[in-house]
């Protein structure tokens, strides 16, 4: 028989246990909300192969995916607690948070060339200076929109140099097609489809303008359930792993969901680096050239420090844990 004294000790443990894990399980989400996009490949695939929904369903927490047709949806999405998780070019996740979306950057999920610039056969343009007074079909708020800023800045001119259409991703791509627009700045899958199937052409590239795809998760989820965003990037981790060891089904993933043809499908593939999901130095050092470019365009504003808000953005502590 268990002595008094240990009895009381034992009932007392069990006491201070008990509500803890009640109330653990009492706070856990009974679902969590991601997006998916066709810009971001590896989502397609963990939504595909339900590796996230397998481990949480564990616990009776269901997962909802939302389709976000570009990082300025899925932004608005995030703001508005339509999702805990989206996923966004880099740069258009700095924007978000200087403009005060409550948002962090958590995991990387592609460093791809998503984004050049496009037209035409016989637009007559041939150079970004071209541009100059013409129609320019962009997403505004996101990596494209970014990337024709930096490109016109290049040469010294502004957005205020040329007619700015803003326009989805796919109406910009059909807007190009039509001759709407002398120019588009494009994305991916997109932009591989016009230029296999059409015949448009990437006049000005520059892949390392094109800011990290990121995983972002909403500031106040992360502080109240910071176990799940471990257990959302670890099946991001194995979805990023299985997708290096199974190509072919990557590729599959995506066109299914894009409704590309093959080798539209692998040109985009082959544009996407997927080789690390861990977000720090490399990506703050990527996201803040391009937002102090976007702040002597007038995109960010004048008073914002640009170092600080990446600061803020940048959460590299759950993708190093996944490194150990």
Known sequence: MIPSIRRIALAAALASVLPLVACQKADRPTVVKLDYATYNPVGLLLKEKGIL????????IKVEWVKSLGSNKSLELLNSKSVDFGSTAGAA???????????????VYSKPEWTALVTTPGSGVNRIEDLKGKKVAVTRGTDPFVFLVRSLASVGLTDKDVEIVPLQHPDGKTALERGDVAAWSGLDPLMATTEVEKGSKLFFRSPDWNTYGVLNVREEFAQKHPEIVDRVLASYEKARKYSIAHPDELKAALAKEAHLSDPVAVVVIGRTDISSGVIG????????????????GGVVKPDVDVGAVVKALIDPTFSARLAN
Do not use: F, H, T
């Open 53 to 60: 929904d397998q481990d949480l369903a564990r616990d009776g």
């Open 93 to 107: 996740a700095l924007i978000a948070r200087s403009n005060g979306n409550p948002i962090r950057s958590v995991y």
């Open 281 to 296: 130095e490399k990506q703050a050092a990527s996201i803040l050239a391009a937002g102090e470019v976007l702040k002597k």
